[in-house]
């Protein structure tokens, strides 16, 4: 198993983590998914539901081995007349915590998830109505260890994170999704007209979003990875062909601050294909091949760090290069700052993080090799030239 820094939390999570669905779905998989997770290494886990059964199951599957796994238990997600609901009452909220602490049979949560914030008056609520304050008193009292938010829309995650209470965001990424703009409703993400025409490159929301986390060390947590299946099967995804499960996983882990992948199996085979990622081949991992192949969606002039241009005769890194390249630009400009102005300064994260790079942008013998491999005519040695100018070598 591959672990990974979840943002500045200090954790170590799997890369591969355990979503909900299963537990939802038939609690009586609880037990034997954790007895799946813990032998494969699985650490982490997500627990979005107020289902008390299922939190029972959870917390029975849990006895004996609480120390082995990090809880990602959302506040707000409440059980009332027999059914899931998301509210924003305090006093709804406080109860559903505690029961979950009950049935858990725990005394704290690693993170506490604040559920499902799709809308800027949804977030206002939130704030409004104590929500915020209350994940504050709880990590104090030590009950929560870190908060967190969950979210589908890019521009409502930006304005929390940017408010700087949020340290773990769970987001759905994949590669389609990753190119719609953001919505307040959640529904526009596998509406079928939505994705009619097709479509071209990350939409910018969505790439500041992810590199705002690795600015600001928010740890992504990752739901949807799969599109809820359709992007796994060639007459269902809106790209017209395609990926398989490593390849989904590798496309979600190569963005920014990603850190986990919560796998919503629902069987054991769909638990062991996520796990299997860490075994697969970096042949069986890239997805930029079928990317540049896909038939009605272009990521031309868009570096995925997919690593498809390495090996570079001067070894450099180019993938990491430019990254902290766009890490470097997207924070000045966020802050109203344009590339090559006397107001540019690089972030002290990634002067550091650059700096330890075995190789530079200097380095760059500008033969132009990787730009031959690159499936998405990205112009590479301009970009090392940038980095170059930025960075100072």
């Known amino acids: 198993m591959e672990y990974r820094k979840l943002g500045n939390t200090g954790l170590d999570v799997s890369v591969i983590a355990l979503g909900c669905e299963a537990f939802v779905e038939d609690n009586n998989n609880a037990k034997l998914f954790f007895d799946m997770a813990e032998e494969a290494g699985v650490n982490y886990f997500d ?71 799709d809308a800027d008056s949804d977030w206002d609520a939130i704030k409004a109505n104590g929500i ?70 990350m939409d910018p929301d969505r790439q500041r979003l992810y590199e705002l986390c690795e600015d600001m060390g928010v740890g992504i947590t990752v739901m949807k990875a799969f599109a809820g299946g359709d992007i796994l099967d060639d007459k269902l995804s809106p790209a017209g062909a395609s990926l ?70 001067a070894n450099i890194n180019i993938a990491d290069v430019t990254k902290f390249l766009n890490l470097a630009v997207a924070h000045n400009e966020s802050n109203g700052i344009a590339e090559g102005s006397d107001g540019f300064r690089v972030p002290e994260t990634e002067a550091m993080h650059y700096k330890v790079l075995e190789h ?8 132009g090799l990787c730009e031959t491999r690159c499936p998405f005519g990205v112009e590479i040695r301009n970009n090392m030239k940038r980095a170059e100018a930025i960075f100072g070598y």
Not at 55 to 77: M, N, P, W
Not at 300 to 305: A, L, Q, T
Not at 360 to 367: G, K
Request: proline content about 4%; aromatic content about 10%.
């Open 47 to 117: 627990l979005f539901t107020s289902d008390p059964d299922a939190r029972s199951a959870v917390g029975e599957a849990l006895k004996g081995r609480r120390d082995k796994f990090i809880i990602q238990s959302h506040i707000s997600s409440v059980w009332k007349n027999g059914q899931y609901e998301r509210s924003r009452n305090l006093n709804d909220v406080k109860a559903a915590f505690e029961d979950s602490l009950e049935r858990l049979g725990t005394d704290y949560i690693d993170v506490g998830m604040i559920h499902y914030c």
């Open 244 to 313: 398989t499960p490593a390849q989904c996983i590798s496309y979600a882990l190569s963005r920014p601050a990603v850190a986990t992948i919560c796998s919503g199996a629902r069987n054991e085979e769909q638990l062991r294909e996520s796990i299997r990622y860490c075994e697969a081949s970096e042949e069986e991992k890239s997805f930029a091949e079928a990317f540049a192949a896909f038939p009605r969606v272009s990521w031309e002039g868009h570096c995925m760090y997919c690593t498809h241009c390495h090996p570079c005769p």
């Open 132 to 201: 915020v304050d209350y994940a504050k008193q709880l990590k104090a009292e030590g009950r929560i260890r870190h908060i967190g938010l969950s979210s589908h829309n890019p521009k409502v995650a930006i304005r929390a994170i940017s408010e700087g209470d949020i340290e773990v965001l769970m987001f759905s990424v994949n590669y389609v999704y990753d190119m719609l703009p953001g919505t307040e409703n959640v529904d526009d993400l596998w509406a079928d007209e939505v994705y009619e025409g097709g479509f071209k490159n």
């Open 360 to 367: 530079h942008a200097s380095d760059c013998l500008q033969c």
